[in-house]
């Protein structure tokens, strides 16, 4: 089945796929009731800037600039932030079935390549972020692409498809960081490939290397280089949690002291706090066991239970040995890669789901695989007799489990986001409509403000006590308090009896069946 097809050619698997990974975001960005609070925290302002020209101070935000420049692109013609940024998700989140199929097709075949490509489609976390205001779905897109035209380097000898690699390689890490991981795996491949006619030529093999590096660097230098003059050091990016890993690789490799960067140092400080809390595991002998517990927690509930088994069929149980030469190898060690950073991570830092998305797409594959080792094994065990006179063909069977798959997860994919937290754009909506611009918000809700359009004055996470409370929206010219029925309590103990009417009038209440509650109120001058 390496060159069938299931539909009957490339073109009408695609075009199906294509539709299907569409027609799911789409309904998806229609059931997204509020964006993520990356969105509004640290996409939007400089996507902001960007469509303004201010490129310096877009970029002095310290995020990857490409997922912002597309929005930035995008609100040119659609007029509005949001929903550009929704839509550049949508977009790359549905294309990314196109290098996921080839890969696919590449190394397992036809109905492997339409399968994996139909669980990118319903990956219940790769839908809810390319319905979302976040830059997974397109790093994603060029992390995959990066991949596929990667391998196919590797087999062939085409320098286009090479020079496309580096590219797509650029372009993933002006997205996001992590995406140098795909240049420093490739490259030793390169580098040490043997060509099947004329053996190792290292002549040949440094020359790809110089192409694919040549390539990487027409999109990234620039941003590199304004790094190095941002910074003052030779760096990959300015977020506080590569930076740290950047610093660790410095010491430990090339004995060097680099400073610590401030935003590095508040990022330790917050990692510290979330460790005193219990969301990070904690320093000691288990803290290596914890973070694999929580690697594999966070990988299985990103990939989906039911994938992740199929994706262990499919790379453990096979009826021919894995083809390390030129298919299985160089992507085996891309997951390694990753999975030895997230591991880290896991272990160290903090971590979240969304940090697994791009390694759970590539580990579709061979969850596609695994349907075919599947039906092969089921094929041997059900006999004829045990069937009576049903006869099922391989088409079939397979057919049957894909469709039996797609039905089991799918309740999970088409699912609402945030609808219990519709209260907090209505929140700030009102506030928007009944206020002069820029109003001053107290709240510890980022999405409250950004509907509002305000300036956030941040309540906090800690302990306080309501006089506190009261006296620092007076000190610093809040207008309007926002807070949560559930979550103020926990911030304030007692918040609701003592409130007193001359200190803040409610002004505004969202108090419909399963939303969450949030009060809007006027603080008071005395």
Same mark, same amino acid.
């Given at each position: 089945m390496?060159?069938?097809?299931? #539909?009957g ?19 998806l960005?229609? *059931?997204?009731?509020?964006? @993520?609070?990356?969105?509004?925290g640290?996409?939007? !302002? &400089? ?13 002095a ?16 013609? =659609? ?5 550009? +940024?929704?839509?550049?998700? /949508? ?6 079935v196109? &290098? ?10 036809? *109905?492997?390549?339409?399968i %994996?490509? #139909?669980?990118l ?6 839908? @809810? ?5 976040? $830059? ?16 196919e ?7 286009k ?15 996001r960081?992590?995406?140098i ?17 004329? +053996? ?7 020359y ?5 590096l040549? $390539? ?10 304004? =790094? ?13 949690a590569?930076?740290? /890993?950047?610093?660790l690789?410095?010491?430990? #490799?090339f004995f060097?002291?680099?400073? /610590? ?31 694999l517990?929580?690697?594999? !927690? ?6 989906? &239970?039911?994938?992740?088994v199929?994706f ?9 040995? &894995? ?42 594959i061979? %969850? +596609? ?21 049903i ?18 997860i ?8 945030? @609808? ?19 109003? %001053? ?79 809007v109120?006027r /603080? #008071?001058?005395?």
């Amino acid at each position: 089945m390496h060159k069938e097809s299931a #539909l009957g050619n490339e073109k009408r698997d695609l075009i199906f796929l294509l539709g299907f990974a569409l027609a799911l975001r789409i309904l998806l960005y229609k *059931w997204t009731y509020l964006i @993520a609070i990356d969105g509004t925290g640290f996409y939007l !302002k &400089p996507a902001q800037y960007f469509a303004s020209g201010q490129w310096m101070d877009g970029l002095a935000i310290g995020y990857h600039p490409l997922y912002p420049i597309l929005v930035a692109s995008f609100s040119k013609v =659609l007029g509005d932030f949001e929903l550009s +940024g929704q839509m550049v998700s /949508v977009l790359f989140g549905t294309l990314t079935v196109i &290098p996921i199929y080839y890969l696919a097709r590449g190394t397992f075949g036809g *109905w492997s390549a339409f399968i %994996s490509s #139909l669980f990118l489609a319903i990956l219940p976390r790769h839908v @809810a972020h390319s319905a979302d205001f976040l $830059s997974d779905p397109t790093y994603t897109f060029f992390f995959i692409s990066a991949v596929w035209l990667g391998w196919e380097a590797l087999r062939g000898d085409d320098w286009k498809i090479l020079f496309l690699a580096g590219l797509a390689t650029g372009l993933a890490y002006l997205t996001r960081a992590e995406g140098i991981g795909v240049l420093l795996t490739l490259g030793p491949w390169l580098l040490f490939r043997r060509m099947h006619s004329q +053996g190792w030529n290292y002549r040949r093999n440094g020359y790809a290397c110089f192409i694919l590096l040549f $390539s990487f660097l027409l999109v990234a230098s620039p941003y590199i280089l304004y =790094l190095r003059y941002y910074t003052g050091a030779w760096t990959i990016s300015r977020k506080p949690a590569v930076d740290r /890993v950047v610093v660790l690789i410095k010491r430990k #490799l090339f004995f060097q002291k680099p400073k /610590v960067a401030k935003a590095t140092e508040e990022f330790d400080d917050i990692i510290q706090r979330l460790g005193e809390r219990g969301k990070v595991p904690a320093i000691g002998g288990s803290r290596w066991f914890r973070g694999l517990a929580s690697f594999f !927690k966070f990988f299985v509930v990103t990939c989906h &239970p039911l994938l992740f088994v199929l994706f262990i069929i499919g790379l453990v149980r096979r009826k021919v040995p &894995p083809h390390w030469a030129e298919r299985e190898g160089f992507l085996l060690s891309i997951v390694c890669l990753y999975g030895l950073v997230l591991y880290g991570l896991s272990s160290l830092s903090y971590i979240s789901h969304r940090y697994f998305l791009s390694l759970v797409a590539l580990c579709l594959i061979w %969850s +596609g695989r695994g349907i075919l080792e599947l039906l092969h094994w089921l094929l041997q065990r059900v006999s004829s007799e045990k069937l009576g006179k049903i006869h099922i063909t391989a088409t079939k069977g397979m057919v049957l489990l894909t469709v039996m798959t797609v039905v089991i997860i799918l309740p999970a994919t088409i699912h609402p986001q945030r @609808a219990e937290k519709r209260g907090r754009k209505e929140a700030g909506l009102w506030i928007k409509n009944n206020s002069a611009s820029r109003p %001053s918000v107290c709240t510890d809700m980022v999405r409250v403000n950004y509907y509002a359009g305000g300036r956030m004055i941040f309540l906090g996470e800690e302990k306080i006590l309501y006089p506190e409370i009261v006296e620092r929206a007076r000190r610093e010219g809040a207008e309007f308090l926002v807070v949560s029925n559930k979550k103020i309590e926990s911030i304030c103990p007692g918040f609701f009896k003592s409130r007193r009417p001359e200190d803040l009038e409610e002004v505004f209440r969202t108090d419909k069946g399963g939303w969450e509650t949030i009060i809007v109120y006027r /603080v #008071l001058r005395r």
